[in-house]
């Protein structure tokens, strides 16, 4: 609950700053256009996306004075039941919508309209002194499973294997078991090691992964850092090594990539449409590739 | 003199509401978690729910794992801060001159006022490697590392109410101890500790209920794996409290769902625990207590 309650100062925090840019704007604002409205837009989700959603938030602030967007994270679940139950306009979500949601939303009187604003890849990150360069998804997915338990297995040095994941709320941790632990079989009731740590936020990761030469983890790539080793990953052992990058994600080559996705309750209305459109111009995709993440369309 | 009884009136008045408002609060919450909570018995299985499985967004409900890490933290800090806590609290009480624990003891309830994420943030940063390279383990975000830091949070409660308590023993009884030959520590074990006891006690269990619903910081520093606990060497590996679950996943759960009931349920759980914590040390208050008026008077 106090991570909640966390959220909430975050959340309230971000509505003052963003009404303190506002009111420093206003004066150029009412003098060119004395109509102006404020209109609010509501905007949550995904923490993979939060950091991006709110470069997306301050600058779409210069160029459309009257529109207030305030962003929260919180997971991408709890974005698309917000959506559900109709308290935000703007869902976040670094997963698809599930069928269950979908249904939710439609018993709500609420249609949820996908739109793909960027790409994503998932890092596998080790320690940097880990020996291990290159990993298979097999590989991968045995790590996780608690098949593999020890880096010797996999040409590296004798250390327990510590696995590392993000809470079950995220997206990217049900990514991860879908396509990854399961390598996208439906069928495939692979699940993580119950020995597996989750950690609540992405912060929690990369301060483990830094100092601990056992671990493992999986993070956006917007979130790794220069103090910790990426993994390159092969599809299976006849193909090519992969590092994550922007080339590697748009031409697909990179195996762990996905489509980020915002929500919109119903087809949006005007100005959250602008919004949306802006969110694909060249101006706001270039926001995207300085944040690490891929743009959709170059 | 009308005005004076009237006032009384008043004055009773509001202090009775405030008495059983308190109650009530306890009451309607119990009813809110009770409501919430208990579908899970006619939603998940009995076996599956006392299972030692928790992956709930593919149906594993089984608490056990989460029951068994709440107690496991909360047991580690009790070894940690009981006798710390009371060792600090006699030092203070009993041994420091009258100037040092005029100072002791606002610092040690200072310690009480740090807020639990900046204690997790200084576990993660600190003593989670540390714990890793001196005890060898794997990773040093354990059971032991939460417990580290709750036992620290509980000592200041611990500190600050048996040492009040200590300090209420009339001095006569240590002087009648001294004069029949006692040195200080048998003064101190076996007349003064025993005269405060009910203080105490009351001390150690604020200090472990504090412990067993604290949420921030075991979540950020215990690793949140749902291991069944086995042995006290499971205090070295990673756990899953029952409080960090519902913090890390109440946030996402859909309203009546069944995981959302089955997050209540757990609530219940630990409202349970609390209750019988708190019902055994009463009892053991209420005995003393009986048992002490019958040695002095």
């Known amino acids: 609950m106090k991570s909640r309650r966390l959220l909430t100062l975050l959340h309230a925090s971000l509505t003052i700053l963003s009404m303190l840019l506002l009111t420093g704007c206003q004066p150029a604002a009412s003098g060119a256009d004395p109509v102006t409205r404020e209109l609010e837009i509501e905007n949550k989700g995904s923490d993979t996306i939060v950091n991006l959603a709110l470069a997306w938030a301050e600058r779409y602030q210069e160029i459309a004075p009257e529109i207030r967007i305030s962003v929260t994270g919180g997971g991408s679940g709890t974005g698309i039941a917000a959506l559900i139950n109709g308290t935000v306009d703007i869902a976040n979500a670094s997963r698809q919508i599930k069928p269950e949601e979908f249904e939710a939303a439609l018993a709500n009187g609420i249609e949820p309209i996908e739109h793909v604003i960027a790409r994503d890849a998932i890092a596998i990150v080790v320690h940097r002194e880990n020996p291990v360069d290159e990993l298979t998804l097999q590989q991968i997915s045995d790590i996780f499973s608690g098949v593999i338990t020890n880096w010797q297995q996999i040409g590296g040095e004798d250390r327990p294997i510590v696995r590392l994941s993000r809470e079950t709320n995220s997206g990217t941790h049900i990514y991860f078991l879908e396509e990854v632990l399961r390598m996208g079989e439906e069928d495939n009731q692979t699940l993580f090691s119950p020995a597996t740590l989750l950690l609540p936020s992405s912060e929690g990761i990369s301060a483990e992964i830094r100092q601990n030469p056992n671990a493992i983890g999986y993070d956006g790539l917007g979130y790794v850092t220069e103090d910790m080793k990426v993994i390159a990953v092969a599809v299976d052992d006849s193909s090519p090594y992969i590092m994550p990058n922007s080339t590697t994600v748009l031409n697909n080559t990179y195996p762990i990539a996905r489509d980020l996705y915002m929500y919109t309750a119903g087809v949006p209305s005007d100005e959250i449409a602008d919004y949306l459109n802006w969110i694909l111009s060249e101006d706001a995709q270039f926001i995207v590739s300085e944040l690490g993440f891929v743009p959709v369309s170059p | ?297």
């Open chain 2, 1 to 297: 003199m009308k005005q004076t009884s009237w006032r009384e009136i008043m004055i009773t008045r509001i202090i009775q509401t405030c008495g059983y408002s308190a109650i009530l609060f306890v009451v309607a919450i119990f009813i809110f978690l009770f409501k919430e909570g208990t579908p899970t018995l006619f939603e998940v299985p009995f076996s599956s729910l006392f299972n030692e499985r928790w992956y709930p967004i593919e149906g594993y409900y089984g608490i056990l794992p989460l029951v068994g890490g709440s107690l496991l933290v909360t047991l580690g800090a009790g070894l940690i801060s009981i006798p710390l806590g009371l060792g600090t609290a006699i030092f203070i009480a009993e041994i420091a001159p009258r100037w040092a624990r005029e100072i002791l003891k606002p610092m040690v309830e200072v310690l009480g006022a740090l807020p639990s994420v900046m204690l997790g943030f200084f576990g993660i940063i600190v003593i989670t490697p540390l714990v890793r390279e001196w005890l060898n383990l794997p990773t040093g975000l354990t059971a032991f590392t939460g417990s580290m830091l709750l036992g620290g949070m509980a000592i200041p409660t611990i500190v600050s109410i048996a040492e009040d308590a200590l300090d209420t023993v009339p001095f006569t009884y240590r002087q009648a101890a001294l004069a029949m030959g006692a040195t200080r520590w048998q003064t101190i074990w076996r007349v003064t500790l025993p005269a405060a006891r009910s203080g105490v006690l009351t001390a150690i269990m604020l200090g472990i209920g504090r412990a067993i619903g604290e949420t921030m910081t075991v979540m950020m520093v215990t690793g949140n794996a749902a291991l069944l606990p086995s042995g006290l060497g499971a205090l070295f590996r990673p756990a899953r409290t029952m409080t960090a679950t519902i913090a890390a996943e109440m946030g996402e759960v859909a309203n009546g769902s069944t995981h959302y009931h089955v997050l209540f349920f757990i609530g219940m759980v630990l409202f349970l625990i609390s209750l019988i914590v708190n019902l055994l040390a009463a009892a053991v208050i209420f005995r003393e207590n009986g048992h002490a008026e019958r040695v002095l008077s």
